[in-house]
Antibody, heavy 122, light 110 residues
């Protein structure tokens, strides 16, 4: 059974940093691209970042580029999101999600974690 | 403001059929990228409901179906049940090389 378990969320002051983790199990982690998707309270889903299977390629939403860094440790089956210079608008539940892309026109998320809440406030 | 446009809410009585629309543009749905749908029950994580426009993952009831035409897509739910009350999101890919979502639609079962 595929499982994704996020951790590391919490309350942080504006300008602070936080590192999220996502522990994966039930599948060959090193074979899949992975993503972070966030959801502000009462709002919709927003894609944040993705990383390819060996970690050599990353991509970010404009809103977090230069502040967030996605990485992975395939030996530990773990995905990370380092968040620096946090702002109030980064407050959200952060989900890790597995990439389900199957063709050059089909890009989706086939499994999601339960999410971890990040609150940026003084 | 979401790249894909969905109605904020829809409603229907048990047993009825409802549809949720998802409108994009020539840089995403209209460019040939597939549309996918997620169901988010209250207080839970999103769950893949439909992928590749019309395919259902194992375990998803055939009451749920998806279609795509031009720059739009639709999710249809037949035989509406109380447990279908949730938020539904469409998602596609954009020529700006990112995955994009609709703003979400809250389904209320009357």
């Amino acid at each position: 059974e595929v499982q994704l378990v996020e951790s590391g969320g919490g309350l942080v002051q504006p300008g602070g940093s936080l590192r999220l983790s996502c522990a994966a199990s039930g599948f060959t982690f090193s074979s899949y691209w992975m993503h972070w998707v966030r959801q502000a309270p009462g709002k919709g889903l927003v894609w944040v970042s993705r990383i390819n299977s060996d970690g050599s390629s990353t991509s970010y939403a404009d809103s977090v580029k230069g502040r967030f860094t996605i990485s992975r440790d395939n030996a530990k089956n773990t995905l990370y999101l380092q968040m620096n210079s946090l702002r109030a608008e980064d407050t959200a539940v952060y989900y890790c999600a597995r990439d389900g892309a199957t063709t050059v026109t089909t890009f989706y998320f086939d499994y999601w974690g339960q999410g971890t809440l990040v609150t940026v406030s003084s | 403001q979401s790249v894909l446009t969905q109605p904020p809410s829809v409603s229907g009585a048990p047993g009825q059929r409802v549809t949720i629309s998802c409108t994009g543009s020539s840089s995403n749905i209209g460019a040939g990228y597939d549309v996918h749908w997620y169901q988010q029950l209250p207080g839970t994580a999103p769950k893949l409901l439909i992928y590749g426009n019309s395919n259902r993952p194992s375990g998803v009831p055939d009451r749920f179906s998806g279609s795509k035409s031009g720059t739009s897509a639709s999710l249809a739910i037949t035989g509406l049940q109380a447990e279908d009350e949730a938020d539904y999101y469409c998602q596609s890919y954009d020529s700006s090389l990112r995955r994009v979502f609709g703003g979400g639609t809250k389904l209320t079962v009357l």
